[in-house]
Nanobody, 131 residues
Framework: QVQLVESGGDLVQPGGSLTLSCVAS????????IGWFRQAPGKEREGVSC????????YYTDSMKGRFTISRDNAKNTVYLQMNSLEPEDTAVYYC????????????????????????WGKGTLVTVSS
């Protein structure tokens, strides 16, 4: 069974930075996609970023570009989300999610971010941005 465990959520002041971690286990294939999603209070869940296990390509929702960076450490089976210049609007529960499959076409990943059609989900970690 695939398991995803997020960590790193915390209280941070506006303008600060935070890095989230997602430890993945139980995959039986080398091809999969790991993504980050978030859900702010009173708002729908939205995609943040995702990364391919095939070639390490990264993809971002347009509003996240420039401030958030996704990366991976294959040896540790861990995916990270580095968040900079955080604002109160970034306050949300951040979820790590996985999708079976990894492709070369960028449209596949942008569709995942837009639709949230992932196969597995973590329980989430809370990020609160407040002074």
């Amino acid at each position: 069974q695939v398991q995803l465990v997020e960590s790193g959520g915390d209280l941070v002041q506006p303008g600060g930075s935070l890095t989230l971690s997602c430890v993945a286990s139980g995959f039986t294939s080398d091809y999969y996609t790991i993504g980050w999603f978030r859900q702010a209070p009173g708002k729908e869940r939205e995609g943040v970023s995702c990364i391919s296990s095939r070639d390490g390509s990264t993809y971002y929702t347009d509003s996240m570009k420039g401030r958030f960076t996704i990366s991976r450490d294959n040896a540790k089976n861990t995916v990270y989300l580095q968040m900079n210049s955080l604002e109160p609007e970034d306050t949300a529960v951040y979820y790590c999610a996985a999708k079976r499959g990894a492709y070369y076409s960028g449209s596949f990943y942008y569709t995942l971010l837009r639709m949230g059609t992932m196969d597995y989900w973590g329980k989430g970690t809370l990020v609160t941005v407040s002074s």
